[in-house]
């Protein structure tokens, strides 16, 4: 077990919520980083306490002596490290994100049921969670999901990428192990 993996019981590791960076690419990142804040006044009230909160102790822009009153886009580009290296930022992050696509959110939801993924309820702040499983199903591809998700919503004007990382936080899972083979007999969901 390494220094960044917690152990909650005998049969479940988690990763930080941070872990996700290494799914991401730097593009998408930013583009998230960028929508969270700008839209954060249609975020829950609490949300925007506690992203502003980080922003202004962890962020430092120059030209700025309360980062919160920098413009979005310079706060997003300044707030990247921070959501590199910060479990806390990383998931009030993506936790926000995903009340901004509440259909989305229902969509993925409801997929990952049906799949078996047995997702925790919808409607937890899963900022609370120990952080992210590490078993994927492996028949559960992100191509696999978004598919899914547009036969359900073909009208969904969200990304590929979108999707993938709803499926990530909805499911609680990272796709640590999706490409790894799995021994004979174990079993592709839990």
Do not use: C
């Not at 509440?102 to 925790?120: C, D, H, R």
């Amino acid at each position: 077990m390494t220094e960044n993996t917690q152990q909650t019981d005998q049969y479940e590791e988690y990763l930080p919520f941070n872990a996700i960076n290494e799914f991401m690419r730097d593009d998408y990142r930013l583009t998230i980083l960028h929508e969270v804040i700008t839209h954060l006044d249609d975020a829950q009230p609490e949300q925007q306490k506690e992203i502003s909160k980080l922003i202004s102790q962890y962020i430092k822009i120059p030209g700025f002596r309360k980062s919160n009153l920098a413009p979005a886009p310079m706060k997003a580009k300044n707030a990247v490290a921070l959501f590199q290296q910060s479990s806390a930022f990383s998931s009030k992050i993506v936790e926000t994100w995903t009340s901004l696509h509440p259909n989305l959110k229902e969509t993925v939801w409801n997929v990952l049921t049906e799949k078996g993924w047995e997702p925790a309820p919808i409607d937890i702040d899963r900022t609370v969670l120990p952080g992210f499983q590490l078993h994927w199903p492996k028949a559960d591809t992100f191509e696999v999901i978004n598919i899914a998700v547009r036969k359900l919503q073909p009208d969904l004007s969200e990304t590929d990428d979108d999707i993938s990382l709803m499926a990530v936080w909805i499911g609680n899972r990272l796709p640590y192990d999706l490409f790894i083979d799995e021994t004979p007999g174990e079993k592709e969901t839990k």
